[in-house]
């Protein structure tokens, strides 16, 4: 419990900072939105291990993690909002940690350049690159965290999106090659930053079983109760509860409501999909269902909230 209040201290923290953020430059005022994917899960086309993004000033680019995500701000003025949590500015040069499981938006305040990286819990992190063990021994014996768990990039990180760039439009697609290439960063990772300041970077995982977690938030969509999980999971009902509290801090049924208000309020926000049809999908009986659910949630019926918040052409749904 003691690592997961840190956890969510330092982020809370960071979210409440303000940043000088450094001038942008070398992208075309006329480019309005440029996002480049590696387009390399198999058997899922619009899914990609590495995204680049260059925009023009007053794009917003929002999306949703199934895995946890590194964001790196090469150059330009950003603003990164999770969970509705509230704007952070993050400066040119810096990189932030996107937890799992969570819709977000960037805002674009200049002209751009960004990466996101989606690192998988139970792929990467592993004794070869990155041990998230290793990490909560360390984030355990911290009594004071610094003010935010974000860290600048090193020229070496620097250059690896850099040619990671040249990949993409070079057309290279090979899940393999963007998996060893996610290992490579996290060796990286660890090869140049001190470990104190790695275990608050990635404060948001640590303190998951890995198996167990990756397991949850990669398969919850596909099941509509945490009984339905459980048996998925291959554990009693009652063994499942106390794991998922112990690696998420709550029951099951909080967060999958939560997550699936999440949802709802990505692809009311960032697609044009029906409203009914995203009714249904989620499990709704009827329209009147779905808008209690939406009024409990936010305060507004799914239309007055599409309406209010929706910047369905500069989404990206796909990542």
Known sequence: MRIRALKWQFWLRFCKLQHTVAPAGGLSKEIAMEVIRSRDIPGQNNESTFVVVHASPGRF??????????????????????????????????????????????????????????????????ESSLPLETLEENLAKQDTPLDSPHINAHDKVDAFFHILGEYIRDGISAHMFYTYKARELLILLRSYYPIRELARFFSPI????????????????????????????CHSLSSFNRLFRQNFGCSPYAWMDRQKANDVYYELTATNLPIKQISSEHGFGSLSQFTAFCKRHYGLSPRTLRNRHGFHKEADPRI
Do not use: Q, W
Request: aromatic share 14%.
């Open 206 to 233: 640590i303190g998951r079983n890995t198996e167990f977690a990756a397991f949850v938030t990669e398969n919850y969509r596909k099941y509509r109760t945490a009984r339905e999980l459980a048996e998925a999971s």
């Open 61 to 126: 680019y929002l999306s949703r993690t199934v895995e946890g995500k590194v964001l790196y701000n090469r150059n330009g003025e950003i603003s990164l909002n999770v969970e509705r949590r509230g704007d952070i500015d993050i400066a040119s040069g810096k990189m932030v940690f996107i937890p799992p499981s969570c819709s977000f938006s960037v805002y674009v305040k200049g002209i751009t350049s960004f990466y996101l990286y989606r690192l998988s819990l139970s792929l990467h992190f592993n």
